[in-house]
């Protein structure tokens, strides 16, 4: 498994920019798909944006398109989350999580997480 922490969450204001990041420790990072996922107070943890081991392939939930972009390092052993014209029912506690099947989009299909980040976005 790797062991994730998560940074760069904070408080802005709707139509702002955030870039989250997530970084890993473990060797093994490469051989993981990556994703990250948010709960908001009250919700269940939903799938927002996931990443192939190579980065080659991404695939985002619908209510994200357009507004956020995932991406990795493997050689720095991080994901980072690019969060544009935010809005307020982005607010959320984000975790990045791994998985060994890519395409997944259910909290069970992952191994690892992070702690979390707190997003809050004002309106």
């Known amino acids: 498994q790797v062991q994730l922490v998560e940074s760069g969450g904070g408080l802005v204001q709707a139509g702002g920019s955030l870039r989250l990041s997530c970084a890993a420790s473990?060797?093994?990072?490469?051989?993981?798909?990556m994703g990250w996922f948010r709960q908001a107070p009250g919700k269940e943890r939903e799938f927002v944006v996931g990443?192939?081991?190579?980065?080659?392939?991404?695939y985002y939930a619908d209510s994200v398109k357009g507004r956020f972009t995932i991406s990795r390092d493997n050689a720095k052993r991080s994901v980072s989350l690019q969060i544009d014209s935010l809005k307020p029912e982005d607010t959320a506690v984000y975790y990045c999580?791994?998985?060994?099947?890519?395409?997944?989009?259910?909290?069970?299909?992952?191994?690892?997480w992070g702690q979390g980040t707190q997003v809050t976005v004002s309106s």
């Open positions: 990443i192939s081991e190579s980065a080659g392939k991404t």
């Open positions: 473990g060797r093994t990072f490469s051989s993981y798909a």
């Open positions: 999580a791994a998985t060994k099947r890519y395409g997944s989009t259910l909290p069970a299909a992952f191994d690892s």
